[in-house]
Protein backbone atom coordinates (compact mmCIF):
# COMPACT_ATOMS: atom_id res chain seq x y z
CA UNK A 1 0.00 0.00 0.00
CA UNK A 2 1.06 3.81 -1.05
CA UNK A 3 0.30 6.56 1.11
CA UNK A 4 1.96 9.95 0.31
CA UNK A 5 1.21 13.26 1.59
CA UNK A 6 2.25 16.97 0.54
CA UNK A 7 2.94 19.62 3.01
CA UNK A 8 3.96 23.26 2.49
CA UNK A 9 6.96 24.40 4.15
CA UNK A 10 4.56 25.98 7.03
CA UNK A 11 3.53 22.29 7.95
CA UNK A 12 0.52 22.43 6.22
CA UNK A 13 -1.58 19.79 4.33
CA UNK A 14 -1.13 20.75 0.30
CA UNK A 15 -2.53 16.78 -0.69
CA UNK A 16 -2.48 13.63 -0.25
CA UNK A 17 -2.15 10.65 -1.96
CA UNK A 18 -0.88 11.87 -4.68
CA UNK A 19 -0.57 10.20 -8.52
CA UNK A 20 2.94 8.73 -8.37
CA UNK A 21 2.66 10.41 -12.19
CA UNK A 22 2.90 13.66 -9.95
CA UNK A 23 5.62 13.18 -7.83
CA UNK A 24 8.42 13.97 -9.52
CA UNK A 25 6.66 17.23 -10.37
CA UNK A 26 6.20 17.82 -6.81
CA UNK A 27 9.89 16.79 -5.52
CA UNK A 28 11.27 20.07 -7.79
CA UNK A 29 9.31 22.13 -5.70
CA UNK A 30 11.59 23.61 -3.03
CA UNK A 31 8.18 24.92 -1.11
CA UNK A 32 6.68 21.37 -0.97
CA UNK A 33 7.64 18.44 1.12
CA UNK A 34 6.61 15.02 -0.39
CA UNK A 35 7.00 12.11 2.42
CA UNK A 36 5.51 8.14 1.04
CA UNK A 37 5.05 5.79 3.18
CA UNK A 38 5.33 1.98 1.98
CA UNK A 39 3.31 -0.18 4.08
CA UNK A 40 3.31 -3.97 3.60
CA UNK A 41 4.04 -3.13 -0.54
CA UNK A 42 4.18 -5.13 -2.86
CA UNK A 43 7.51 -5.58 -5.34
CA UNK A 44 5.93 -3.53 -8.20
CA UNK A 45 4.97 -0.66 -5.85
CA UNK A 46 8.30 -0.65 -4.15
CA UNK A 47 9.87 -1.02 -7.43
CA UNK A 48 7.97 2.06 -8.64
CA UNK A 49 8.41 4.12 -5.69
CA UNK A 50 12.21 3.51 -5.29
CA UNK A 51 13.57 2.88 -8.23
CA UNK A 52 11.65 4.59 -10.73
CA UNK A 53 10.13 7.81 -8.70
CA UNK A 54 12.90 8.62 -6.77
CA UNK A 55 16.07 6.43 -8.03
CA UNK A 56 17.88 5.93 -5.34
CA UNK A 57 21.09 3.67 -5.32
CA UNK A 58 20.61 -0.28 -5.62
CA UNK A 59 22.15 -0.74 -2.29
CA UNK A 60 20.04 1.05 -0.14
CA UNK A 61 17.05 -0.04 -2.20
CA UNK A 62 18.35 -4.03 -1.63
CA UNK A 63 18.90 -3.18 2.11
CA UNK A 64 15.44 -1.82 2.69
CA UNK A 65 13.71 -4.70 1.08
CA UNK A 66 15.50 -6.88 2.67
CA UNK A 67 14.94 -7.46 5.77
CA UNK A 68 17.64 -6.47 8.47
CA UNK A 69 18.10 -7.62 12.01
CA UNK A 70 21.10 -4.48 12.50
CA UNK A 71 19.96 -0.64 12.45
CA UNK A 72 22.42 1.63 10.63
CA UNK A 73 22.52 4.77 9.08
CA UNK A 74 24.27 5.61 5.66
CA UNK A 75 24.42 8.87 3.94
CA UNK A 76 24.72 8.66 0.08
CA UNK A 77 25.84 11.56 -2.30
CA UNK A 78 25.21 11.23 -6.33
CA UNK A 79 27.81 10.26 -8.33
CA UNK A 80 27.60 11.62 -11.82
CA UNK A 81 25.91 9.00 -13.46
CA UNK A 82 23.53 9.18 -10.45
CA UNK A 83 19.62 10.40 -11.23
CA UNK A 84 18.76 10.88 -7.04
CA UNK A 85 19.13 13.51 -4.57
CA UNK A 86 21.46 13.73 -1.83
CA UNK A 87 19.81 11.55 0.46
CA UNK A 88 20.46 9.27 4.11
CA UNK A 89 18.93 5.51 4.24
CA UNK A 90 18.00 4.28 8.17
CA UNK A 91 17.36 1.44 9.82
CA UNK A 92 15.38 1.45 12.48
CA UNK A 93 13.63 -0.81 14.83
CA UNK A 94 10.48 -0.72 16.75
CA UNK A 95 9.90 -3.27 19.64
CA UNK A 96 6.86 -4.75 21.44
CA UNK A 97 6.36 -6.84 24.43
CA UNK A 98 3.82 -9.88 24.61
CA UNK A 99 3.80 -10.82 28.23
CA UNK A 100 1.52 -13.92 26.60
CA UNK A 101 4.72 -15.33 24.96
CA UNK A 102 7.50 -13.72 26.81
CA UNK A 103 9.13 -12.28 23.36
CA UNK A 104 10.15 -9.16 21.91
CA UNK A 105 8.69 -8.78 18.76
CA UNK A 106 10.29 -6.18 16.37
CA UNK A 107 9.27 -4.26 13.57
CA UNK A 108 12.16 -3.01 10.94
CA UNK A 109 11.58 0.76 9.92
CA UNK A 110 13.69 1.98 7.04
CA UNK A 111 13.79 5.71 6.09
CA UNK A 112 14.95 7.57 3.16
CA UNK A 113 15.51 11.23 4.10
CA UNK A 114 16.43 13.56 1.53
CA UNK A 115 15.72 17.49 1.98
CA UNK A 116 12.63 17.79 0.27
CA UNK A 117 11.23 14.50 0.67
CA UNK A 118 11.09 11.28 3.37
CA UNK A 119 10.23 7.51 2.20
CA UNK A 120 9.27 5.18 4.76
CA UNK A 121 8.86 1.65 4.42
CA UNK A 122 7.45 -1.11 6.96
CA UNK A 123 6.61 -4.75 6.51
CA UNK A 124 3.85 -4.27 9.01
CA UNK A 125 1.46 -1.52 10.28
CA UNK A 126 3.50 0.88 12.94
CA UNK A 127 1.77 2.43 15.56
CA UNK A 128 5.03 4.97 15.58
CA UNK A 129 3.96 5.76 11.82
CA UNK A 130 0.13 5.97 12.65
CA UNK A 131 1.06 8.12 15.44
CA UNK A 132 3.23 10.84 13.47
CA UNK A 133 0.78 11.05 10.51
CA UNK A 134 -1.80 12.33 12.99
CA UNK A 135 0.23 14.49 14.58
CA UNK A 136 1.42 15.74 10.85
CA UNK A 137 -2.69 15.82 9.58
CA UNK A 138 -3.20 17.51 12.74
CA UNK A 139 -0.80 20.18 12.27
CA UNK A 140 0.36 19.74 15.70
CA UNK A 141 3.37 21.78 16.35
CA UNK A 142 3.73 22.36 12.74
CA UNK A 143 6.22 18.87 12.54
CA UNK A 144 5.26 18.34 8.75
CA UNK A 145 7.50 21.57 8.00
CA UNK A 146 10.70 19.85 6.89
CA UNK A 147 11.45 15.94 6.57
CA UNK A 148 14.26 16.62 8.81
CA UNK A 149 11.50 17.43 11.79
CA UNK A 150 8.70 14.64 10.81
CA UNK A 151 12.32 12.03 10.93
CA UNK A 152 12.92 13.02 14.80
CA UNK A 153 9.51 13.29 15.88
CA UNK A 154 9.51 8.72 14.21
CA UNK A 155 12.23 8.45 16.23
CA UNK A 156 11.30 10.37 19.15
CA UNK A 157 7.44 8.35 19.10
CA UNK A 158 9.73 5.18 18.10
CA UNK A 159 11.69 5.62 21.49
CA UNK A 160 8.96 6.45 23.51
CA UNK A 161 6.67 3.42 22.52
CA UNK A 162 9.53 0.87 24.19
CA UNK A 163 8.37 2.35 27.19
CA UNK A 164 4.75 0.38 27.48
CA UNK A 165 6.94 -2.77 26.85
CA UNK A 166 9.44 -1.92 29.23
CA UNK A 167 7.15 -1.46 31.87
CA UNK A 168 5.66 -4.99 30.64
CA UNK A 169 8.76 -6.24 31.46
CA UNK A 170 9.28 -4.73 34.66
CA UNK A 171 6.24 -6.62 35.85
CA UNK A 172 7.35 -10.12 34.74
CA UNK A 173 10.22 -9.52 36.56
CA UNK A 174 8.80 -8.91 39.91
CA UNK A 175 6.19 -11.24 39.45
CA UNK A 176 9.13 -13.60 38.86
CA UNK A 177 10.90 -12.37 41.45
CA UNK A 178 7.57 -13.17 44.04
CA UNK A 179 7.60 -16.62 42.60
CA UNK A 180 11.10 -17.84 43.19
CA UNK A 181 10.70 -16.61 46.81
CA UNK A 182 7.71 -18.01 47.56
CA UNK A 183 6.68 -21.03 44.70
CA UNK A 184 10.37 -22.00 43.15
CA UNK A 185 9.78 -24.41 40.54
CA UNK A 186 11.47 -25.88 37.39
CA UNK A 187 8.48 -23.90 36.02
CA UNK A 188 9.86 -20.65 37.75
CA UNK A 189 13.47 -21.26 36.27
CA UNK A 190 12.52 -21.83 32.57
CA UNK A 191 10.60 -18.43 32.89
CA UNK A 192 13.51 -16.74 34.52
CA UNK A 193 15.78 -17.86 31.70
CA UNK A 194 13.42 -16.95 28.78
CA UNK A 195 12.79 -13.34 30.11
CA UNK A 196 16.95 -12.79 30.50
CA UNK A 197 17.21 -14.33 27.07
CA UNK A 198 14.75 -11.95 25.89
CA UNK A 199 16.13 -8.82 27.66
CA UNK A 200 19.40 -9.93 26.13
CA UNK A 201 17.96 -9.63 22.48
CA UNK A 202 16.80 -6.17 23.37
CA UNK A 203 19.94 -5.26 24.60
CA UNK A 204 21.20 -6.37 21.21
CA UNK A 205 18.44 -4.15 19.48
CA UNK A 206 19.25 -1.01 21.69
CA UNK A 207 23.01 -1.04 21.37
CA UNK A 208 23.49 -0.52 17.52
CA UNK A 209 20.26 2.00 17.64
CA UNK A 210 22.27 3.69 20.33
CA UNK A 211 25.42 3.89 17.32
CA UNK A 212 22.65 5.46 15.11
CA UNK A 213 20.92 8.38 17.23
CA UNK A 214 24.71 8.98 18.15
CA UNK A 215 25.97 9.95 14.91
CA UNK A 216 22.25 11.51 14.39
CA UNK A 217 22.96 13.40 17.64
CA UNK A 218 26.22 14.52 17.03
CA UNK A 219 25.50 16.44 13.91
CA UNK A 220 27.13 14.76 11.20
CA UNK A 221 25.13 14.89 8.26
CA UNK A 222 23.88 18.36 6.43
CA UNK A 223 20.65 16.82 5.84
CA UNK A 224 19.87 17.62 9.67
CA UNK A 225 19.50 21.07 10.08
CA UNK A 226 21.88 22.50 13.12
CA UNK A 227 18.87 23.65 14.99
CA UNK A 228 17.40 19.77 15.28
CA UNK A 229 20.21 18.68 16.22
CA UNK A 230 19.66 19.05 20.01
CA UNK A 231 16.01 17.46 19.42
CA UNK A 232 17.74 14.45 17.97
CA UNK A 233 20.30 13.98 21.01
CA UNK A 234 17.05 14.22 23.16
CA UNK A 235 15.86 10.94 21.43
CA UNK A 236 19.55 9.60 22.31
CA UNK A 237 19.56 10.67 26.10
CA UNK A 238 16.07 8.48 26.06
CA UNK A 239 17.20 5.73 24.25
CA UNK A 240 20.50 6.00 26.56
CA UNK A 241 18.17 5.62 29.21
CA UNK A 242 16.20 2.71 27.63
CA UNK A 243 19.62 1.17 27.65
CA UNK A 244 20.66 1.77 30.67
CA UNK A 245 17.12 0.02 32.20
CA UNK A 246 18.09 -2.64 30.12
CA UNK A 247 21.06 -3.37 31.72
CA UNK A 248 19.34 -3.19 35.51
CA UNK A 249 16.97 -5.61 34.49
CA UNK A 250 19.78 -8.12 33.36
CA UNK A 251 21.43 -7.37 36.79
CA UNK A 252 17.83 -8.44 38.31
CA UNK A 253 17.19 -11.40 36.51
CA UNK A 254 20.45 -12.50 37.47
CA UNK A 255 19.93 -11.70 41.25
CA UNK A 256 16.44 -13.69 40.95
CA UNK A 257 18.30 -16.77 39.48
CA UNK A 258 20.90 -16.61 42.74
CA UNK A 259 17.75 -16.52 44.61
CA UNK A 260 16.04 -19.24 43.05
CA UNK A 261 19.09 -21.59 43.69
CA UNK A 262 19.64 -20.75 46.78
CA UNK A 263 15.98 -21.41 47.33
CA UNK A 264 16.25 -24.82 46.06
CA UNK A 265 19.35 -25.32 47.87
CA UNK A 266 17.96 -24.62 50.66
CA UNK A 267 14.94 -27.09 50.08
CA UNK A 268 17.16 -29.86 49.46
CA UNK A 269 18.70 -28.89 52.57
CA UNK A 270 15.56 -29.15 54.04
CA UNK A 271 14.75 -32.66 53.32
CA UNK A 272 18.88 -34.02 54.13
CA UNK A 273 17.96 -32.71 57.49
CA UNK A 274 14.23 -34.10 58.14
CA UNK A 275 15.53 -37.45 56.34
CA UNK A 276 18.56 -37.24 58.80
CA UNK A 277 16.38 -36.31 62.52
CA UNK A 278 14.33 -39.25 61.36
CA UNK A 279 17.73 -41.66 61.09
CA UNK A 280 18.77 -40.35 64.04
CA UNK A 281 15.63 -40.04 66.54
CA UNK A 282 15.04 -44.46 65.14
CA UNK A 283 18.91 -45.16 65.98
CA UNK A 284 17.72 -46.41 69.43
CA UNK A 285 14.74 -48.33 68.64
CA UNK A 286 17.00 -50.18 65.95
CA UNK A 287 19.61 -50.85 68.11
CA UNK A 288 17.70 -52.32 71.10
CA UNK A 289 15.50 -54.05 68.78
CA UNK A 290 18.19 -55.56 67.12
CA UNK A 291 20.57 -56.40 69.84
CA UNK A 292 17.00 -57.54 71.89
CA UNK A 293 15.92 -59.79 69.48
CA UNK A 294 18.75 -61.74 69.15
CA UNK A 295 18.07 -64.73 71.18
CA UNK A 296 21.05 -66.29 73.01
CA UNK A 297 20.30 -68.53 75.72
CA UNK A 298 21.42 -66.03 78.25
CA UNK A 299 19.19 -63.38 77.04
CA UNK A 300 16.98 -61.58 79.63
CA UNK A 301 13.84 -63.05 77.61
CA UNK A 302 14.57 -66.53 77.87
CA UNK A 303 14.04 -66.43 81.99
CA UNK A 304 12.02 -63.17 82.43
CA UNK A 305 8.57 -62.85 81.26
CA UNK A 306 8.80 -58.77 81.54
CA UNK A 307 11.80 -58.91 79.00
CA UNK A 308 9.34 -56.91 76.27
CA UNK A 309 7.65 -54.59 78.44
CA UNK A 310 10.97 -53.15 79.71
CA UNK A 311 12.44 -53.28 76.32
CA UNK A 312 9.62 -51.01 75.01
CA UNK A 313 9.98 -48.51 78.10
CA UNK A 314 13.94 -48.34 77.13
CA UNK A 315 13.03 -47.38 73.31
CA UNK A 316 10.24 -45.01 74.30
CA UNK A 317 12.73 -43.17 76.75
CA UNK A 318 15.38 -43.47 74.34
CA UNK A 319 13.57 -41.76 71.66
CA UNK A 320 12.00 -39.30 73.98
CA UNK A 321 15.60 -38.29 75.18
CA UNK A 322 16.64 -38.41 71.67
CA UNK A 323 13.90 -35.90 70.27
CA UNK A 324 13.83 -33.29 73.51
CA UNK A 325 18.04 -33.49 72.75
CA UNK A 326 17.55 -32.07 69.30
CA UNK A 327 14.63 -29.95 70.32
CA UNK A 328 16.66 -28.13 72.58
CA UNK A 329 19.47 -27.52 69.86
CA UNK A 330 16.99 -26.03 67.71
CA UNK A 331 16.98 -28.76 65.13
CA UNK A 332 12.87 -28.94 65.08
Known amino acids: MIRSFVYTTQGKLYGKDIEVGLMPTLLADTNLFLWVDLEKSTP ?35 GDEDRFAPYLFIVIHAVDYNRKDGKFATSELNFFLGKNFLVTYHDVPLRTVAQTEERCMKGTMHVARAPDRVAHTLLDTLV ?29 LNKILQVKKEVMHLRQIIG ?23 YFRDVYDDLYHISELSQGYTDSLTGILQVYLNMSSNQTGEVVKLLTLFTIVTTPLMMIGTWYGMNFHDMPELGWKHGYVVAAIVMALSTVVTYWYFKKKKWF
Open 44 to 78: DEAKLILEKVFHFHPLSVEDCIAESSSPKVEDYTP
Open 208 to 230: PQREVLARLAAGEFKLIRPHLVP
Open 160 to 188: DNYKPALDELSVEISTLEQEALQHPSPKT
